[in-house]
């Protein structure tokens, strides 16, 4: 079964700085791997997917960006926080093919402040 | 597009009661339907899924039943226990998306009483 790594588990920045948020994953090869926001009280909102090294589709336009230097291996990242951007990230990952259920990282609790 | 709605929280009950948090879908094709549970602090866990219409998908005292006439997953569990309080989220994978996007709903938060 995969296991996903996500770090930090929480984070506290100020407005302005910049944020690289990493997951890694192990157990399987080619997934299809997702950004996901967990606002205060509400549900999760699908930010970036990637099916493949390098190809990123993102859902919403905002503050950030993903990228995915290795096959396992998904970065979140921003230039200059707003204190919007504050939630709880979570990373998953899904084996390639259709159908399959996700797995899911322990999450990022970040606070901007 | 694809999406997801579910019974909105906070859901509260005495232990041993019976449950059911409705889920409805809208999609374009044949997605496959998830349960996820979330407690306290966690990320998420899968709890139950179903890939095509009337599979039912069961874990752990719970059960749901992918109803394509209705296009419902509705969650049920005939005897609650406090240590089911969590947030639930029902989701869909889109078939037709080569990277089976996942769509979750807004989430229903269970509180069990002793």
């Known amino acids: 079964s995969q296991t996903i790594h996500q770090w930090p588990a929480t984070l506290v920045q100020p407005v302005g700085s910049p944020l690289s948020l990493e997951c890694t994953v192990e157990?399987?090869?080619?997934?299809?791997l997702y950004w996901y926001r967990q606002a205060a009280g509400r549900g999760l909102q699908l930010l970036f997917y990637?099916?493949?090294?390098?190809?990123i589709s993102s859902e919403v336009p905002q503050n950030l960006s993903a990228s995915r230097p290795q096959d396992r291996q998904f970065i979140l990242s921003s230039k200059k926080l707003l204190l919007s951007d504050s939630g709880f990230y979570l990373c998953?990952?899904?084996?390639?093919?259709?159908?399959?259920?996700?797995?899911f990282g322990q999450g990022t609790r970040l606070t901007v402040v | 597009g694809d999406s997801v709605t579910q019974m909105e929280g906070p859901v509260t009950l005495s232990e041993e009661a019976f449950l059911t948090i409705n889920c409805t879908y809208t999609?374009?094709?044949?997605?496959?339907l998830f349960w996820y549970v979330q407690y306290p602090g966690e990320g998420l866990q899968l709890l139950l899924k179903a890939t095509k219409a009337d599979d039912k998908g069961s874990n752990k005292g719970f059960e749901a039943t992918y109803r394509k006439e209705t296009t419902s997953f509705h969650l049920e569990k005939g005897s609650v226990q406090v240590s089911d309080s969590a947030v639930y989220f029902c989701a869909l994978s889109d078939q037709y998306s080569s990277a089976s996007k996942i769509i979750f709903g807004s989430g229903t938060r269970l509180s069990i009483r002793p």
């Open positions: 157990g399987t090869s080619n997934p299809n």
């Open positions: 998953g990952s899904a084996p390639p093919g259709l159908n399959t259920e996700a797995f």
């Open positions: 999609a374009t094709g044949y997605p496959s």
């Open positions: 990637s099916v493949g090294i390098g190809q």
